[in-house]
């Protein structure tokens, strides 16, 4: 933790990464992943940890806090305590860190289970354990939900799977609408206006340049607004009303990547009703998400998602201001 707490103090000091990487050996990715374990460690300390479960994660189990960043505070107390008491590894503690967030974000929860951090896992096993007609995935299941259940009523829940058999039919997923950036002249760029002819040396001399933010080209403009170019496809032109919303992809109702990164989201503010085949951005207890519903929700919607927008990847930025060399 005291590792995490120093790069974090070294970055605010205004060291990049490459020095704190030569200085201390850590790079780039872990100090991300130990600053944010840090950050993960001092929520658990104002959501009042007792001193074992504060000195469990002292040792090396920077990956297990970090997995947690996800859930807010009073969440990652209840999924740190489940995970020492289970001694979870990093990769089983995403999955809890997903069960439980999404498990949060259900209008109403089945009576079969509580609020708590192990009937959350729970659920989710006896919920994937219902669509699973080979019997070995079902019992891997069925062995996870047992493992986790913390209510009696959600263990019944569990154990009633090795009677039932029936199957319940689901519906999969929509695809989610990811375009990435291809081309360099699909990057558009934006430039101040000076004003209208005739204008005059003082004009253009007080004409304020642009400050360009990459990898999506931001720009703040007059009035701390900002905005952001987008090419001129098909989805991007019929939207309504449509606004633009940063977005970590590992925020994203299906994963889309290997390692996170940040996406843009497009969202619509104005949709004429819910469709299965959309995604919409919704609120719940002050908290934005984005979520598909696979009947109609009783939460507020906000906007429809148009698609996510993945950064171009540019192997040498110098390349492309450079005039191409070829041999003779």
């Given at each position: 933790m005291n590792w995490g707490q120093k790069c974090q103090k070294l970055q605010k000091a205004g060291y990049d990464s490459q020095l704190i990487f030569e200085q201390t050996g850590f790079q780039n990715a872990q100090q991300n992943l130990?600053?944010?374990?840090?950050?993960?460690?001092?929520?658990?300390?104002?959501?009042?940890?007792?001193?074992?479960?504060?000195?469990?994660?002292?040792?090396?189990?920077?990956?297990?806090?970090?997995?947690?960043?996800?859930?807010?505070?009073?969440?990652?107390?209840?999924?740190?305590?489940?995970?020492?008491?289970?001694?979870?590894?990093?990769?089983?503690?995403?999955?809890?860190?997903?069960?439980?967030?999404?498990?949060?974000?259900?209008?109403?929860?089945?009576?079969?289970?509580?609020?708590?951090?192990?009937?959350?896992?729970?659920?989710?096993?006896?919920?994937?354990?219902?669509?699973?007609?080979?019997?070995a995935e079902r019992a891997k299941l069925i062995a996870k939900g047992l493992k986790f259940a913390h209510s009696d009523s959600a263990r019944q829940a569990i154990e009633s799977l090795l009677q039932d058999f029936t199957v319940t039919p689901t519906r999969s997923a929509p695809l989610l609408?990811?375009?990435?950036?291809?081309?360099?002249?699909?990057?558009?760029?934006?430039?101040?206006?000076?004003?209208?002819?005739?204008?005059?040396?003082?004009?253009?001399?007080?004409?304020?340049?642009?400050?360009?933010?990459?990898?999506?080209?931001?720009?703040?403009?007059?009035?701390?607004?900002?905005?952001v170019p987008l090419p001129g496809w098909q989805a991007i032109l019929k939207a309504i009303d449509p606004v633009a919303i940063l977005w970590p992809s590992d925020q994203l109702p299906r994963s889309i990547a290997t390692r996170s990164e940040e996406v843009l989201l497009v969202i619509d503010?104005?949709?004429?009703?819910?469709?299965?085949?959309?995604?919409?951005?919704?609120?719940?207890?002050?908290?934005?998400?984005?979520?598909?519903?696979?009947?109609?929700?009783?939460?507020?919607?906000?906007?429809e998602l148009v698609l996510i927008l993945r950064a171009k990847n540019i192997l040498d930025e110098k390349n492309i201001t450079e005039p191409w060399q070829m041999d003779d």
């Amino acid at each position: 933790m005291n590792w995490g707490q120093k790069c974090q103090k070294l970055q605010k000091a205004g060291y990049d990464s490459q020095l704190i990487f030569e200085q201390t050996g850590f790079q780039n990715a872990q100090q991300n992943l130990i600053i944010v374990a840090a950050q993960v460690f001092e929520s658990l300390i104002k959501a009042g940890a007792d001193e074992d479960l504060l000195s469990y994660y002292i040792g090396p189990r920077s990956d297990v806090l970090y997995e947690l960043r996800i859930l807010n505070q009073e969440q990652r107390l209840g999924a740190a305590k489940l995970a020492a008491e289970k001694r979870i590894e990093v990769a089983e503690a995403h999955d809890i860190a997903k069960a439980i967030q999404d498990f949060s974000r259900l209008s109403q929860i089945p009576s079969e289970f509580t609020r708590h951090p192990g009937d959350a896992i729970a659920y989710q096993c006896w919920k994937r354990g219902k669509q699973k007609r080979d019997l070995a995935e079902r019992a891997k299941l069925i062995a996870k939900g047992l493992k986790f259940a913390h209510s009696d009523s959600a263990r019944q829940a569990i154990e009633s799977l090795l009677q039932d058999f029936t199957v319940t039919p689901t519906r999969s997923a929509p695809l989610l609408p990811v375009h990435r950036l291809q081309d360099e002249d699909e990057l558009a760029r934006i430039i101040p206006l000076v004003g209208r002819f005739p204008v005059t040396v003082t004009d253009i001399k007080c004409t304020e340049s642009l400050s360009v933010e990459e990898p999506f080209r931001l720009v703040t403009v007059g009035d701390k607004q900002t905005i952001v170019p987008l090419p001129g496809w098909q989805a991007i032109l019929k939207a309504i009303d449509p606004v633009a919303i940063l977005w970590p992809s590992d925020q994203l109702p299906r994963s889309i990547a290997t390692r996170s990164e940040e996406v843009l989201l497009v969202i619509d503010r104005v949709f004429a009703e819910w469709d299965v085949n959309n995604y919409y951005l919704v609120e719940k207890d002050n908290a934005v998400f984005l979520q598909w519903f696979d009947s109609s929700p009783d939460v507020t919607i906000l906007g429809e998602l148009v698609l996510i927008l993945r950064a171009k990847n540019i192997l040498d930025e110098k390349n492309i201001t450079e005039p191409w060399q070829m041999d003779d």
